[in-house]
């Protein structure tokens, strides 16, 4: 039987039994493979948008002897899911404008969607924004680090099934004060920054590792678009410093 990784150890865990899933994006179908092996879900679909993938999961697929479960499709993003196939919906390993552009591209297949289980590399914050324009809530946000890498892991539900509505979700607040705007939660993450864990805290300041970097490299223009540049960084970089030293003590608020 199959055996993940840690981060889609976590994906996995997400997905409730019984559910039709589809995996866009299927690296090898090992997830949904997984999934069937240990009669969790009902039905999968593993998408892949180029041939070599499609047939490395189509392959997976049936040495494993999930056939009558999981089947391998070519497509791009959602257009591999008919309209009310499926109730779950994973995307992970891709940038997060790239799984935006996946979901915004099918929004028409999300209609029979409950749970969108999404694994951005990079740029978490266009997930959150696309999910609140669109009505979807998180519900839990998970953050992992597997092989030097780090990972954040989103869960939502349409806004209408959700226990606390984006208003709430995204709202400024206090916590072990400092005031953290709506654009700070949408970056950092509403779940993640009411329970920072360790691998939060080193993500934020390999961040600031990186954007010390870009400043220093503004530095040398003398372009004025560059100074402005370096300047809102700086600005930003402060912000994040003081999140990261009040963070320490403040206490859950969604349970």
Not at 4 to 10: A, D, G, I, V
Not at 11 to 22: E, F, K, M, W, Y
Not at 167 to 189: A, F, N, Q, T
């Amino acid at each position: 039987m199959i055996k993940l990784s840690k981060r889609l150890q976590t994906i996995a865990d997400l997905v409730p039994p019984g559910s039709r899933i589809a995996d866009i994006g299927s690296d090898h179908a090992l997830l949904p493979t997984y999934l069937a092996e240990r009669g969790i879900i009902a039905f999968g679909i593993a998408g892949e948008v180029n041939e070599g993938p499609f047939h490395a999961a189509d392959k997976q697929i049936h040495e494993a002897g999930v056939r009558h479960v999981v089947e391998a499709r070519l497509g791009n993003g959602l257009q591999v899911v008919s309209e009310g196939e499926v109730g779950v919906v994973t995307i992970a390993g891709m940038g997060g404008s790239l799984i935006a552009s996946i979901l915004e591209a099918g929004r028409s297949k999300l209609f029979s969607v409950n749970r969108l289980i999404l694994q951005p590399n990079v740029g978490e914050d266009q997930v959150r924004e696309w999910l609140i324009a669109n009505h979807w809530s998180l519900t839990e946000e998970h953050i992992l680090e597997e092989d030097g890498k780090i990972y954040e892991i989103l869960c939502a539900v349409p806004e209408k099934a959700a226990v606390v509505s984006n208003d709430r979700l995204y709202e400024p607040r206090m916590i072990g004060g400092v005031r953290l705007s709506r654009r700070r939660l949408v970056k950092m993450g509403p779940y993640l920054v009411e329970r920072p864990v360790d691998v939060w805290f080193k993500k934020w300041e390999l961040e600031l590792d990186k954007m010390e970097m870009i400043c220093r490299q503004l530095g040398k223009s003398n372009l004025p678009a560059s100074r402005e540049k370096e300047h809102e960084l700086r600005e930003e970089m402060n912000e994040i410093r003081e999140v990261l030293r009040c963070l320490q003590k403040d206490k859950p608020l969604f349970k």
